[in-house]
Structures are given as C-alpha cells and as structure tokens.
C-alpha cells in the first residue's frame, strides 16, 4: 500500500473505470502506469518491447480508482510471440472508459506511431494524447507534434508530462479520474496490480536480466516461474528458470564462474524483498530451450493468449 493510498479518503459516490496504455515499443508506458499508481507494478527498461503481458496496475485518487492496463507495445509483429503481444496490447483497449497515447517525442519513429493514429481514428473511446519526456525534449517541436496529432485525432486532452521524474502526471491523473464513470471499486482499496506474486517474482528477475546484460542477451529469453512457497519462519523461497533461445547464450548468463548470475540474481532478491516486505531466498538455473517461443505453456505463464 503506498502513502499515496492510505492518505487520500474517499468522500462522494464511487468511481471506477479502465484506463488502457498503448503507445509504440519502450514510448515510457511501464514507467508512468508505476508513476499513476505509486509504486512499481510493472518492469522498466531501455530494451524495446520489454512488457509482454497486459499488466493492471491499480491507482487511486479520493474516491476514484483506475484500472491502468499497461499494454505491450504495439509493433509490426513477425513471430507468434510478438502477435500474441499486439494482440494483447489491443484487447487492452477494448471497452476501456479512456484510452491514453503516450508517445516518446525525442526517439519516436513515423512508421511506430502512424499505425496506432490509424487505429485510434476509428476507435469511439474517449482519448487523451501525453507526450513523455518533457524534461529533455526540446519546446517547439513538442508543441508541433501535439497540434499534428491533435490534427488527425480528437484527444479530449493533451498533457507533457516526464514518467521518469513524475512531472506533468498529478494533473494528469486528475483528468483521467474526472472521466472515470461512477461504479463500485473492482479491487480492494490496498491492492495494486492484479498480477500474481508469483508473476512479478518472474517480472522482477526478467528486468535485471534486460538491465545487466543490456544488448548481449538477445529479446528471445523468459523467465519461467518454477515454485513459490512460504518457509516456516515467513521468509519465501522462489525458484525461477532463465530460458534462453541459443546453447551459447547459457553462458552470457551464467557469466564467468556463475558470477553473472549471482549478481542478477542477489539483485532481484533485494527488489523482490522489499517489494514485498519479507526475506527472499532465490534460486535461479538456465535452461536451453530453441523453441521455447513455440511452447503454449509458456505463454500462459506469462499471461498471454496462444494465437496462430
């Protein structure tokens, strides 16, 4: 439960509505639906296409709450798991009270973004356009790029916000809450994510990987939750599988004597314990799988739907 949370009263009727993130690969969704909701509910990183699964991160303000769906991001999609992710970014924005384009205006491609200004000129939803990155874009040609999108689309607003330091996103927060129809709360008011414990153990450890190994470990890796149990004296101990996709990638994981993933795993170990306020004993072991891509249990772990 964050500060954010326990501090603000509900007085009023209550709302509550779904919020669908779209926006091209690594455009800072993860980062500003963590941002909204006030503590970390989905992984970050500098590699593209990092979110997979339709992740819920839940936020609230005074009587309002939220339902953020962080969706993968939306790309031209080549193998069976990168369909299952635009598939899964798009069945995010289905029924959603209001959808939310983030866009990267320092580093975002003509050829990401038109799709999904294609896509969103049919959609009925109500749409609010945040242009991330404020505080290292340059002013004019960010005010340019929001008057041409608000050119070929109907946003109902338009924010600047930076989902790294959080500028921008109260008032932000507060537009979203405002169009949130009334109806009871779907998720008790200290719940944050509907993801599993479980299921954020494997996110937690599948971003050290992308953060320590950076460009040497290909995207074509998973983690695989194995075990997850409670020992006696309340600590947990949790068990995770590194698939990776070449034999030769075991050992740019494994590093020099096990020391690479030690560090990857003694790091997501101290996230994961504070995380979830207990101590945690990690084991992590590397498996070589060629077709792991192709296997359907593998995608229901990572919640994802097994498409053709």
């Known amino acids: 439960m964050t500060e954010t949370q326990t501090s603000e009263t509900k007085c009023g009727p209550e709302k509550c509505g779904v919020v669908a993130v779209i926006g091209a690969p690594n455009a800072g969704k993860s980062t500003l639906v963590n941002q909204l909701v006030g503590q970390k509910v989905a992984i970050t990183s500098s590699k593209a296409q990092t979110t997979r699964a339709r992740m819920l991160g839940i936020a609230l303000l005074e009587q309002v709450q939220m339902i953020l769906v962080d969706t993968p991001g939306i790309f031209a999609p080549k193998r069976r798991l990168d ?21 990267d205006p320092i580093k975002q491609r003509r050829h990401e973004l038109e799709p999904l200004i294609e896509a969103l000129e049919h959609r009925k939803e109500r749409k609010i356009l945040v242009l991330n990155k404020v505080d290292k874009a340059k002013k004019e040609p960010l005010l340019e790029l929001a008057q041409e999108l608000n050119s070929r689309i109907p946003f109902e607003e338009v924010f600047f916000v930076s989902a790294l330091t959080g500028d921008g996103v109260s008032e932000m927060k507060s537009a979203l809450a405002a169009l949130m129809p009334e109806g009871v709360w779907m998720y008790p008011e200290d719940q944050v994510s509907d993801a599993s414990e479980r299921l954020l153990a494997a996110e937690v450890t ?3 990987l992308y953060n320590q190994l950076h460009e040497e470990l290909p995207y074509d890796s998973a983690v695989r939750p194995e075990s997850y149990q409670e020992r006696p004296d309340g600590s947990l101990e949790i068990h995770q599988q590194i698939v990776v996709a070449r034999e030769s990638q075991k050992g740019i994981v494994l590093g020099k004597s096990g020391s690479r993933i030690k560090e990857i795993g003694a790091a997501a170990r101290k996230e994961l314990s504070e995380m979830l306020g207990v101590k945690v004993h990690l084991f992590l072991h590397v498996k070589h799988s060629e077709k792991w891509s192709e296997d359907k249990e593998v995608f229901e772990e990572m919640g994802l739907d097994w498409v053709k």
């Open 206 to 208: 599948r971003e050290q």
């Open 83 to 103: 369909r299952a992710m635009v598939s899964a970014a798009w069945e995010g924005a289905e029924s959603a009270d209001a959808i939310l384009l983030i866009v």
